[in-house]
T-cell receptor, first 113, second 111 residues
Framework: DVKVTQSSRYLVKRTGEKVFLECVQD?????MFWYRQDPGLGLRLIYF???????EKGDIPEGYSVSREKKERFSLILESASTNQTSMYLC????????????FGSGTRLTVV | KNQVEQSPQSLIILEGKNCTLQ??????????LRWYKQDTGRGPVSLTI?????NTKSNGRYTATLDADTKQSSLHITASQLSDSASYIC??????????FGKGTRLSVIA
């Protein structure tokens, strides 16, 4: 069964900490995405990547960066965590043109205190 | 602007009853529309995906319809079960940009 795996289900970090959220997919997908999901706002795209070492800003990239050194791994980095980054973070991947085979990970619930 | 609007925002139904969730979109061009089910605290899981030429698609007790002319879709759930309690998200893809997500409908099925 195809999988998108996010390294942590729950994470609690302190304000100002550097936070790494990891996502690994085993489907050889070219495209990977990071979203955050907040009540009443739905899923919002933070960053995405169409290939290794490539990255594109989504709708809300401020305060985040990403890294894609290998095809199967896409990392989201919070350079200096803030309380307004408390959220559910979802990783997804797809193949070919961006909309095909779209699969989500189980999510990471991040709380910044 | 590409948008996906879902209604209602939330819904409570009795176990065993049917319900219908609505999705209207303004995404253009249109490539496909999908419905996802998201259990609390989990990632979304795909229920159906429909292209322009498909009017109806079923997945067990879930039936999705698509009217590409009016840009509307619905998700009908038959004989609801407690395990159907979740958020249902409508997502539209234009074919050349990232997916456009609706904000979801929160369904609660009670005994």
């Amino acid at each position: 069964d195809v999988k998108v795996t996010q390294s942590s289900r729950y994470l609690v970090k302190r304000t100002g900490e550097k936070v790494f959220l990891e996502c690994v997919q085993d489907m050889d997908h070219e495209n990977m995405f990071w979203y955050r999901q907040d009540p009443g706002l739905g899923l919002r795209l933070i960053y995405f990547s169409y290939d290794v070492k490539m990255k594109e800003k989504g709708d809300i990239p401020e305060g985040y960066s990403v890294s894609r050194e290998k095809k199967e791994r896409f990392s989201l980095i919070l350079e200096s965590a803030s309380t307004n980054q408390t959220s559910m973070y979802l990783c997804a991947s797809s193949f070919g043109a961006v909309g095909y085979g779209y699969t989500f990970g189980s999510g990471t619930r991040l709380t910044v205190v | 602007k590409n948008q996906v609007e879902q209604s209602p925002q939330s819904l409570i139904i009795l176990e065993g009853k049917n319900c219908t969730l609505q999705c209207n979109y303004t995404v253009s061009p249109f490539s496909n529309l999908r419905w996802y089910k998201q259990d609390t605290g989990r990632g979304p899981v795909s229920l159906t995906i429909m292209t322009f030429s498909e009017n109806t698609k079923s997945n067990g007790r879930y039936t999705a319809t698509l009217d590409a002319d009016t840009k509307q879709s619905s998700l009908h759930i038959t004989a609801s079960q407690l395990s159907d309690s979740a958020s249902y998200i409508c997502v539209v893809w234009s074919g050349n940009t990232p997916l456009v997500f609706g904000k979801g409908t929160r369904l609660s099925v009670i005994a």
